[in-house]
Each structure stands twice: as C-alpha cells, then as structure tokens.
C-alpha cells in the first residue's frame, strides 16, 4: 500500500510539474522558433518557424506567471509578420534580419 502511495505522489508531482513548465514558457518557445528562423537558410523554413514563434509569442500574453514587457512582444510579433511575408517571398536576407530583430525584442520583453 505504501508503494501505491508513493508512486501516486510522484505521479502527481510530474504531472503538476510539467504543467507549470509548459506554462512558462511560451516567450522562450517563440524565441527558439525565431531563432531557427533566424538561422534557416531557405525563404520558406523562415517564413514556417517564423509562424510558429509568432504562434508561442501571441500565447505568451496571456502568461500570468512571468512580467513581460508588452511593447517589445508586441514590436517582436510584428518582426515575425514581417519575417513570415519576406520568406514567403524568397528574401532571405530581409526575413533573417526580421527573425533577428523579433529574439531581440523577445528577449527584451523577458527581461
């Protein structure tokens, strides 16, 4: 029965653990995404990882748990806007410049 006991409680403790961190990390998922865009060399794996970091940055407004400077998420997202078009449009040295400028707003707003 004890081993029962024991083995629920870890169960429990992962799952609560896993929650929170999934909570709390919205802003650093959309700066790795940024930051693979950033790093991509064709026009279309920007504009795709540009678009998902733009998919975690709008979610990370809505994190209670962590301040965020809103002005700088804000000027990241439209990075990533400009970042998605540009790499839709096979300008890869323009998408990689936004996708650049979208971390470092990103890491401002975490700051």
Do not use: P, W
Not at 20 to 25: E, F, G, I, W
Not at 81 to 93: H, L, R
Request: aromatic share 4%.
């Amino acid at each position: 029965m004890k081993t029962i006991t024991l083995f629920t409680g870890f169960l429990l403790m992962a799952f609560l653990s896993l929650g929170t961190l999934a909570a709390s990390s919205n802003l650093d998922q959309a700066i790795q995404h940024a930051e693979a865009a950033m790093k991509s060399e064709k026009g279309k794996s920007i504009a795709k990882h540009a678009a998902e970091a733009k998919i975690y940055a709008n979610a990370s407004k809505g994190d209670s748990d962590r301040v965020i400077n809103r002005e700088h998420l804000d000027e990241g997202i439209k990075c990533l806007s400009d970042a998605i078009k540009e790499g839709e449009n096979d300008d890869v040295k323009a998408a990689q410049k936004s996708a650049k400028d979208a971390v470092g707003h990103f890491k401002q707003a975490a700051n």
